[in-house]
Structures are given as C-alpha cells and as structure tokens.
C-alpha cells in the first residue's frame, strides 16, 4: 500500500488553495495525499493588529506543533508568514514557483487623489511594511487596521468609509478574487517571500522531503532565501517594516531592500547586483551594510515601539 501524505493547512480560501495546489502537482509526481485542517491562532483573533500577537509564526506555529506531533506529514504555508528561524526539528521541504510578489490597492470611487502626495486619505491595511511605505509616500494619509482573511477584509472594505485598502496580489488572484477596481503599486516593494508558497516537513522524513523536493523550484528558493536572510539580519518578523526583492535575470540576481521608521518618516534603502554563483550571503552582506550606514538606528526604534 503507498504511503499517504498528510498535508497540514489553515482553514481559510486562501490556505485551502495553497494546500490543494500542493495536493495537486504530489499527485502529478506519483503521490497520494489528503488535507488536515488545523486551526491558527492568527485566524481566531481577528481584532488584535497583527504586530502586537507576539508574531513570530502566528499563522505556523499550530502546523509547527501538528508537524512535531506527527498529525501531519507536510505544512504548506504562504512564505511570507514563515518565521526566518524555523521550529527545532522542522526542515523547509520545497519552495514552490513563485506568483506576483506585488502588492495591491483594492480602491472604492475616484483614485485621482493617488496623484497627489500631499492628499487626504483614509486607507486600511494590517501590514506595519506597508504601512511605512505608504506613509513614507503619502505623509498626510491616515491608515487604520484591517484583520482577518481575505474574504474578509474585502468585505469591511466594502462596507467601511475608507478609500481603500493594500492586498499581496498573489493572495487575491489565486482564489480569483481580485477586484476590478484595483492597481499594483509598483512603487512599494513586498515583504520578503511575497508571492511564493513553501512546504514545511519533520526533520528525518525522508519520504516527504523527497517528494516534496520534486516539487521546488530552484529559481524561487534562491531568491527567497535572499530576501529572507536579509530580514533575518536586520531584524526578524513579520511585524517589522522590512521589505526585499531579488529577482534573476540573465545570470545575475537583482537585489533590492528598504527599512523604514514605523510611522514612515525614515527610510533606507538598497541595491545589489550580483552573478547567480554568488549569492549565498547577499542577503546577510546587505542588511549589514544598511546597518553600518545609518539603518542601525532605525532598527533600535523599530525595537522600541518606534520610539
């Protein structure tokens, strides 16, 4: 009888999708699977803003524990919400193609008001990285807090008196939710890993990991890797206004990485072009260089509430 992989997902559209489409290219490879649903403490409390749920893993940390418990043989998460230091124990199985690393505005009525820096604006996002961003571009805007899934938030956007608000592009377009009335905001550079899905597995299942191997691409785990190296070296979590992007292009790989003030006020920012054969620690060499040139103070007021 062939082994059945379990694969361990969140509930929402979102992870359900992410997971099924894991679920998929296994089988394309040979391998039979099944879903087991875990409940996260991210998708229970929807009030708290994200930054202040102590973070690190909040939408893992429950497919950490299943993992470790051995309920499940896989966990499949969006990249971004994975912690730069993975649970003892724990391996990153596969990385998969990455889709749009950009981020969204959803809109309601008249966007003329994105021409002007210096409007008015109410706009609502969860994220303290964009938050930052579009305060560091629209210094007069007011920004408010917007939880839960993405059904979820497209709906109190409807509801609610704000001019919009800021989606991952990847999360929307991959349950085909997108709305018609939004724009990508090439300006704003994504969180690190945006856009891309990674599979977790226990450290000496060698059978998952094999499978799951098949599964990763080479491209997507390279860059990430990048820009999550960059964030481990500056600072760490999701809760941090850090942002990163590398992209390969003929044999090169573009870099590019930015932290800012949390009220958006401060900002630095950096490139790097460098040949794919020597990337392995881009990411580390160019946190510290921000650091050295004037980031290290931004990170100690990140650190301390943004004071």
């Known amino acids: 009888m062939k082994k059945l992989i379990r694969i361990g997902t969140r509930e929402s559209q979102l992870a359900v999708w992410q997971a099924v489409h894991v679920q998929k290219l296994l089988a ?17 409390d929807l009030q708290t803003p994200l930054y202040e749920m102590g973070v690190q893993g909040i939408f893992t940390r429950s497919l950490d524990i299943a993992l470790l418990n051995n309920s499940i043989d896989i966990a499949v ?5 994975v912690p730069t230091q993975l649970p003892k124990g724990i391996i990153q199985a596969a990385v998969l193609k990455r889709a749009s690393y950009k981020d969204l505005f959803v809109y309601k009525g008249n966007i003329d008001f994105l021409q002007d820096l210096n409007s008015a604006a109410l706009i609502a996002t969860s994220s303290i990285r964009r938050k930052a961003q579009w305060l560091n571009h629209y210094p007069n805007h007011t920004l408010e807090n917007l939880r839960g899934n993405v059904n979820t938030r497209l709906k109190k956007v409807a509801e609610s008196n704000w001019n919009g608000a800021i989606f991952a592009a990847a999360g929307l377009e991959r349950i085909n939710l997108r709305p018609e009335q939004s724009i990508e905001l090439d300006w704003m550079l994504p969180a690190p890993a945006q856009g891309a899905i990674t599979i977790a597995c226990k450290e000496g299942d060698d059978f998952s990991l094999e499978a799951c191997q098949l599964l990763n691409d080479t491209d997507t785990a390279i860059c990430t890797k990048v820009e999550r190296d960059f964030l481990r070296a500056l600072l760490g979590g999701c809760s941090t206004p850090i942002s990163a992007l590398a992209e390969i292009k003929n044999n090169e790989l573009i870099f590019k990485g930015n932290i800012l003030s949390i009220d958006g006020k401060d900002k630095l920012a950096i490139e790097k072009r460098i040949s794919i054969k020597d990337t392995d620690d881009l990411g580390t060499n160019a946190a510290n260089e921000l650091l050295n040139n004037g980031g290290q103070k931004i990170a100690d007021s990140i650190r301390n509430g943004g004071k």
Do not use: N
């Not at 394309?28 to 699977?33: A, L, M, T, V, Y």
């Not at 998460?77 to 919400?81: E, V």
């Open 28 to 44: 394309q490879q040979g391998f039979e699977s099944e879903l087991v649903y875990i409940k996260s403490e991210g998708d229970i």
């Open 77 to 81: 998460h969006s990249m971004k919400d």
